[in-house]
């Protein structure tokens, strides 16, 4: 379901628009969920680190506005920009598939930075520092790819 959620709010964005309205219970009840699945979906993969900014307005109903990033770049930047000083294996991967997920970054683009941020690379190394050279080397395989 949260699949098909994303999927519907990233086909309301368009060349042209580059941010959407969403009326939470209507978008819910158009498929047939709860709205908090609509929530988790917004929180999840909508996110700064994704090169979205989300906007709730009170009143008259409500609505979420969603803003994304004007270039892939600028996306790509914000992840960038959010990564830190270390990172854990599952959140870089997670970010990773985002991108991908998000047409973003290619697949074989996905497939190699998964490899580069894999636990089989750091065999041997303290997690804090595992997990420091991890988002070094996620930052600047990240910042070659839009380059």
Not at 82 to 94: F, P
Not at 107 to 114: I, L, R, V
């Amino acid at each position: 379901m949260s699949d098909v959620i994303a999927d519907m709010i990233l086909d309301m964005f368009d060349d042209q628009t580059s941010t959407v309205q969403i009326q939470r219970n209507d978008l819910a009840n158009r498929l047939g969920c709860v709205p908090s699945q609509i929530n988790y979906v917004i929180t999840s993969r909508f996110t700064p680190e994704q090169g979205y900014r989300i906007e709730s307005r009170r009143g008259g109903g409500g609505c979420i506005l969603i803003t994304r990033a004007a270039t892939k770049e600028d996306a790509v930047v914000k992840l960038i920009n959010s990564v830190g000083n270390a990172i854990d294996e599952k959140t870089a991967k997670a970010h990773i598939y985002n991108l991908n997920y998000q047409g973003l970054i290619s697949e074989k683009a996905s497939n190699m930075m998964m490899a580069v941020v894999s636990d089989n690379n750091f065999r041997g190394l303290p997690p804090e520092i595992k997990d420091a050279v991890r988002a070094n080397q996620l930052k600047q395989i990240l910042l070659a790819y839009i380059n």
